[in-house]
């Protein structure tokens, strides 16, 4: 016997970066990214659009192409979500790795 949702819940259809990036209710030039060890350090998000638009032309001229995989090896950072959002814009597939990640068998 199938469970059916008892309400419903629009889901939006925008791409991520149209989600983050298009109908900001806030100013854009306040923090949008804070690095948590130190709140000096901080990017907007017409900065962080404007990096990450940067970041795809930058990765389209060295030739990657949609469905091109993109990894950065890196431990978190105030640019991650920078490097991932490039990455799809420019029609990559992003695959992160962390070096204090720890693997157990």
Request: glycine share 6%.
């Amino acid at each position: 016997m199938p469970f059916l949702a008892t309400e419903q819940i629009s889901l939006s259809n925008k791409d991520i970066l149209s989600w983050t990036f298009d109908d900001l209710k806030y100013d854009w030039d306040e923090p949008m990214y804070i690095d948590a060890l130190n709140p000096s350090r901080s990017i907007s998000a017409l900065q962080a659009k404007t990096l990450v638009r940067q970041l795809a032309a930058g990765l389209k001229a060295i030739g990657v192409q949609k469905g091109d995989c993109v990894s950065i090896h890196s431990i978190n950072d105030l640019y991650y979500p920078i490097f991932f959002l490039g990455v799809l814009a420019a029609g990559g597939i992003y695959a992160g790795t962390n070096p204090v990640s720890l693997c157990s068998e």
